[in-house]
């Protein structure tokens, strides 16, 4: 027998052999879970929402903030167009267009930097006409204020009449505006 063969052999090299065989074995079922976890289809986006704040008020707009934008065009005609939101004056205080993910909850922040109006939502699904269903919750201050489980439509917004706020009322709308077609 050779010097090589007794070497090789010897119960050091046949331990140093397994430990060597369950390292790779470890190292090659680290690799397969973390493709697994890169395929997590809860995390594909399936469309896209646009929430948008607005201030309706009778009265003056100028303490609003020099950012407020007056609103025009169909906007206003959207607005105008619901009894309990009808002012002489509205203003878009801000919006944010996030992506809707297929089992993730989403949040969006329309009054950035600010967090004090937030919505949370999560899609529950879409019916057979191209709608939407979400979980939707509007938070103010940290709190939930409201839960609903609308059916949004492309083209569609969903008017909310907001908290009291200075001489008037905040409006907030969520509207989709992209549904993914294998959603």
């Known amino acids: 027998m050779s010097m090589f063969t007794k070497l090789h052999n010897t119960p050091y090299m046949t331990h140093g052999r397994a430990i060597l065989s369950l390292l790779i074995l470890f190292l090659s079922c680290g690799a397969l879970y973390a493709q697994?976890?890169?395929k997590d289809v809860g995390?594909?986006?399936?469309?896209k929402v646009k929430t948008t704040v607005y201030?309706?008020?009778n009265g003056s707009t100028e303490d609003v903030g020099k950012n407020a934008i007056a609103v025009l065009g169909?906007?206003?005609k959207r607005l105008q167009g619901i009894k309990k939101m009808r002012f002489k004056?509205?203003?878009k205080l801000g919006d944010d267009t996030r992506s809707v993910l297929r089992s993730y909850e989403n949040w969006a922040s329309p009054l950035k930097p600010s967090e004090e109006i937030m919505l949370s939502f999560e899609s529950r699904g879409r019916n057979e006409q191209g709608g939407l269903k979400l979980d939707l919750e509007l938070w103010q201050h940290k709190r939930k204020v409201?839960?609903?489980?609308p059916l949004l439509y492309k083209g569609r917004p969903l008017l909310i009449l907001g908290p009291k706020w200075r001489s008037g009322r905040l409006i907030i709308s969520v509207e989709l505006?992209?549904?993914s077609s294998k959603s």
């Open 43 to 47: 995390k594909d986006q399936i469309g």
């Open 89 to 91: 004056n509205y203003r």
């Open 36 to 38: 697994d976890a890169s």
């Open 74 to 76: 169909a906007e206003l």
């Open 55 to 57: 201030f309706g008020t």
């Open 177 to 179: 505006i992209e549904l």
């Open 146 to 149: 409201m839960k609903s489980d």
